[in-house]
Structure formats: structure tokens, C-alpha cells
């Protein structure tokens, strides 16, 4: 069974520009989470989706940050625009159900000059 | 509201010693816990979970941790250290047991030496 991808792995941006991330859940998981990863720190649940509707997004700085889940499988996380706090590893999980095991994605390191 | 305290950030073991991981947890209701291992450049994977069926809780790996609920403690542990068991672990509490909004704490880093 294929796991959670992510893409691309790595991204340098300048402040100020547009960045955007990708995910592809585990093939059937109807859950997908964004999760942000400061360098020290643990992993911090940006937004969770349940199929193409959003679950929660109390943490997500929708002043700069968006994300979608069109069709229900896939996701991109898009940051505009970006800040050097923003600089972290975004990491992707999927879950079948809605509170079922969180499978995760490798990541994409960020980093903000 | 629920969270985790992982006492030491960096933690050294050398190759055969018990791995001894801290993790503390606040919560108002009762809790699920969970630790993770992330190995780099990596996602993080599940190495067991409290779900209040067993305080003592075997994962992955030959790690195991036990709930203690007076000392609101979920330590995790592993008799014998390998090189191999060398990454980062998070302490993740959860109001579910399936591990629905994860709430981590700040990591340890094991090292194993020789």
C-alpha cells in the first residue's frame, strides 16, 4: 500500500512570495491533516479535512494561508504571502476514518530568506 | 484543553542501556496518549497508543509505556537500546482514541552511542 506523498520535499522562497505544497492521502482516507513543524517543536494541526469540507481550521493564519481539498483525495496547502516565521516542515497525514490512525507524509521543509 | 510535557530534549543512551523517554500530560477529561518516532527527513510513525483498555502498552520495535494515572505520566520505554532506535519522539495526546487532533509535545532526541 502506497503511503502519504508529499511534494516537493524541499522549497526556498524570499519573503513575500507564494509558495504552495501538495498531498496525496493513502488511496480510501477520507481524513487529511496539514500539520506545521517548527524546527524544536512539535507538530502543530494547521487544518483537518473530512472528504472536501473542512473539519477544523482554529489554528490555521487564514490571513496568509490557504488550503483546499477539491474533490475529496488530494490537498495543497498554499502560504501568500510568506514570512520568515513561516520557515518549517510541513507535514501531511491521512486517517480512514475521521478519529481513525494518522498515517504520515515525509514532508516538505520550507525555508523563508 | 489537553497537552504534553516531554521532559529532556536531548536524551544519550549507550548501545544495550534502557531507553527511559518522559512524557507528562494535562488533560480535563481522560486522556489518549500516544508516542511517535520520527526518523529523519522521515514522517512520523505510531509506535503505540493508550486507549484505557491497558496501562501497560506494547508497540513497535520492543518499546512499550504504561499510563500512570496518579503521576499523569506516559513514559515510554525500551529495554535494550540499538543503534537503530536513533530519531526524534513525540508524546501526542488525543481527546479520541483513534488519535483525531493530535496534540504533540516538543520532541526528544535519542541518541545511541557505542
Known amino acids: 500500500e502506497a503511503g502519504v506523498a508529499q511534494s516537493p520535499r524541499y522549497k526556498i522562497i524570499e519573503k513575500r512570495q507564494s509558495v504552495a505544497f501538495w498531498c496525496n492521502p493513502i488511496s480510501g482516507h477520507a481524513t487529511l491533516y496539514w500539520y506545521q513543524q517548527i524546527l524544536g517543536q512539535g507538530p502543530k494541526l494547521l487544518i483537518q479535512f473530512q472528504n472536501n469540507g473542512v473539519v477544523d481550521d482554529s489554528q490555521l493564519p487564514k490571513d496568509r494561508f490557504s488550503a483546499e481539498r477539491l474533490k475529496g483525495v488530494d490537498s495543497t496547502l498554499k502560504i501568500q504571502p510568506a514570512k520568515l516565521e513561516d520557515s518549517a516542515v510541513y507535514l501531511c497525514?491521512?486517517?480512514?476514518?475521521?478519529?481513525?490512525?494518522?498515517?504520515f507524509g515525509p514532508g516538505t521543509r520550507l525555508t523563508v530568506l | 484543553a489537553q497537552s504534553v510535557t516531554q521532559l529532556g530534549s536531548h536524551v544519550s543512551v549507550s548501545e544495550g542501556a534502557l531507553v527511559l523517554l518522559r512524557c507528562n500530560y494535562s488533560s480535563s477529561v481522560p486522556p489518549y496518549l500516544f508516542w511517535y518516532v520520527q526518523y529523519p527527513n522521515q514522517g512520523l510513525q505510531l509506535l503505540l497508543k493508550y486507549t484505557s483498555a491497558a496501562t501497560l502498552v506494547k508497540g513497535i520495535n520492543g518499546f512499550e509505556a504504561e499510563f500512570k494515572k496518579s503521576e499523569t505520566s506516559f513514559h515510554l520505554t525500551k529495554p535494550s537500546a540499538h543503534m537503530s532506535d536513533a530519531a526524534e519522539y513525540f508524546c501526542a495526546v488525543s481527546l479520541t482514541g483513534g488519535g483525531n487532533k493530535l496534540t504533540f509535545g516538543t520532541g526528544t532526541q535519542l541518541k545511541v552511542e557505542l
Open positions: 497525514a491521512s486517517s480512514l476514518e475521521l478519529a481513525g490512525e494518522q498515517f
